[in-house]
């Protein structure tokens, strides 16, 4: 995958190097064009280094911006009012508007995330929407002390490898539950779980990269949530339970990789318990979610999570079996959370994909086997 990023001046143009690093380790080729304007906020030699390739300052006999307008991506990141206006009304007159134009002819993707001064940007916004209806695609920027921010670098690479992605999700409606439920005691105490919302997040930011319109039921979760992500807050099993069966129906996946609770206090205190006398509580079980699902959406494809500690793998493959028989779910994704290095908070998982067969999926990263799971239900959709 080729990806041409586009440097213009503004002062954002400092964390292209960031930018174009991430973008490597992501698998992709990166070359970069530098406008005279950026060369005098970060030196050309700062992104050869990173994307490893000679800079574009200036066309020449190469014609470059032939060369590089059928990538699968044109990013202009920053892009500043300046290059947005000139692009709007199709003025080549840089190497990066030439680039921009050229890319147009060949229906090549082209990505903007705008970065200036707000009362820039609003004046450019007629612009932008002009662009918009063309076809070309926007990151909002971070609007924060009268400025219009660069983004978060992760919500900037998500956008991008979604529009350079051959898309094999697009018009498919996901739903990813992430992170464990808590379960309150009183206004102050509660039962949770050691999830830490990472598996289901990874699997939610694959669907958002293969083109799928997504939707993270986020419940505790230790790591931060990509803006990109429509990500909707839920605290407990009844709370999650009532917002996938208001919202099932209008979705193709659901992917149930949240630590739901298992029980909950049959009893809530409507005050803080008192820490000078013995306490005794008493649970009742709370309502499993996955069982709802088919009766609701029988056409949805979904996928379930088995956690289990301890156990043999074949204990852990027929208590998966069990749940593909009660919940009717079409695969699960089994795992034994005492693997060392893996399972809750780890950035690393040993799992088994679980339907009419058992595919064992060695220690791999959490964002690896992400991907094996979307190639796998891709292959049944």
Same mark, same amino acid.
Request: glycine share 6%; net charge negative.
């Given at each position: 995958?080729?990806?041409?990023? +586009?440097?213009?001046?503004?002062?954002?143009?400092?964390?292209?190097?960031?930018?174009?690093?991430?973008?490597?380790?992501?698998?992709?080729?990166?070359? +970069?064009?530098?406008?005279?304007?950026?060369?005098?906020?970060?030196?050309?030699?700062?992104? %050869?280094?990173?994307?490893?390739?000679?800079?574009?300052?200036?066309?020449?006999?190469?014609?470059?911006?032939?060369?590089?307008?059928?990538?699968?991506?044109?990013?202009?990141?920053?892009?500043?009012?300046?290059?947005?206006?000139?692009?709007?009304?199709?003025?080549?007159?840089?190497? *990066?508007? &030439?680039?921009?134009?050229?890319?147009?002819?060949?229906?090549?993707?082209?990505? $903007?995330?705008? #970065?200036?001064?707000?009362? $820039?940007? +609003?004046? =450019?916004?007629?612009?932008?929407?002009?662009?918009? %209806?063309?076809?070309?695609?926007?990151? /909002?920027?971070?609007?924060?002390?009268?400025?219009?921010?660069?983004?978060?670098?992760?919500?900037?690479?998500? @956008?991008?490898?979604?529009?350079?992605?051959?898309?094999?999700? /697009?018009?498919?409606?996901?739903?990813? #539950?992430?992170?464990?439920?808590?379960?309150? *005691?009183?206004?102050?105490?509660?039962?949770?779980?050691?999830?830490?919302?990472? $598996?289901?997040?990874?699997?939610?930011?694959?669907?958002?990269?293969?083109?799928?319109?997504?939707?993270?039921?986020?419940?505790? =979760?230790?790591?931060? =949530?990509?803006?990109?992500? @429509?990500?909707?807050?839920?605290?407990? #099993?009844?709370?999650?339970?009532?917002?996938?069966?208001?919202?099932?129906?209008?979705?193709?996946?659901?992917?149930?990789?949240?630590?739901?609770?298992?029980?909950?206090?049959? =009893?809530?205190?409507? #005050?803080?318990?008192? &820490?000078?006398?013995?306490?005794?509580?008493?649970?009742?079980?709370?309502?499993?979610?996955?069982?709802?699902?088919?009766?609701?959406?029988?056409?949805?494809?979904?996928?379930?999570?088995?956690?289990?500690?301890?156990?043999?793998?074949?204990?852990?493959?027929?208590?998966?079996?069990?749940?593909?028989?009660?919940?009717?779910?079409?695969?699960?994704?089994?795992?034994?959370?005492?693997?060392?290095?893996?399972?809750?908070?780890?950035?690393? @998982?040993?799992?088994?994909?679980?339907?009419?067969?058992?595919?064992?999926?060695?220690?791999?990263?959490?964002?690896?086997?992400?991907?094996?799971?979307?190639?796998?239900?891709?292959?049944?959709?």
């Amino acid at each position: 995958m080729e990806i041409v990023l +586009c440097v213009t001046g503004s002062v954002a143009a400092v964390e292209t190097v960031k930018l174009a690093r991430e973008l490597r380790r992501q698998g992709t080729d990166v070359k +970069c064009f530098m406008s005279d304007d950026a060369c005098h906020i970060i030196h050309p030699y700062a992104l %050869e280094f990173a994307t490893g390739q000679e800079i574009v300052l200036e066309l020449t006999g190469k014609i470059e911006h032939v060369k590089y307008a059928q990538a699968d991506l044109i990013l202009v990141a920053p892009a500043t009012a300046n290059v947005i206006s000139k692009f709007a009304y199709k003025i080549a007159d840089n190497p *990066i508007n &030439s680039l921009l134009i050229t890319a147009c002819g060949h229906d090549t993707p082209i990505l $903007m995330v705008p #970065s200036m001064h707000d009362s $820039m940007y +609003c004046s =450019v916004e007629e612009n932008i929407h002009k662009l918009e %209806e063309e076809g070309i695609k926007f990151v /909002k920027p971070r609007m924060d002390e009268g400025k219009a921010k660069f983004p978060d670098l992760e919500d900037i690479v998500l @956008n991008a490898l979604r529009n350079a992605n051959n898309g094999d999700l /697009k018009g498919k409606k996901v739903m990813v #539950s992430a992170g464990g439920t808590y379960e309150a *005691i009183d206004h102050i105490r509660g039962i949770t779980n050691r999830s830490s919302g990472k $598996m289901g997040i990874e699997i939610a930011k694959e669907a958002f990269i293969r083109g799928a319109e997504v939707t993270l039921l986020e419940a505790e =979760v230790s790591v931060p =949530v990509p803006h990109s992500l @429509n990500s909707i807050k839920v605290v407990s #099993s009844n709370e999650m339970n009532e917002k996938v069966m208001e919202m099932i129906n209008d979705f193709d996946v659901f992917i149930s990789a949240a630590a739901v609770s298992d029980f909950s206090p049959s =009893v809530v205190e409507k #005050s803080k318990i008192s &820490s000078s006398k013995e306490l005794e509580l008493k649970l009742k079980p709370a309502t499993k979610i996955i069982n709802q699902i088919k009766k609701q959406n029988p056409e949805i494809f979904l996928v379930g999570f088995k956690a289990e500690y301890g156990v043999p793998e074949e204990e852990l493959i027929e208590s998966s079996q069990k749940q593909i028989e009660n919940s009717r779910v079409d695969l699960v994704v089994a795992n034994d959370v005492a693997v060392e290095g893996a399972g809750f908070g780890s950035d690393k @998982n040993q799992v088994i994909f679980v339907d009419q067969e058992a595919q064992k999926i060695h220690l791999s990263t959490k964002k690896e086997i992400a991907g094996l799971l979307w190639e796998k239900i891709i292959s049944q959709l």
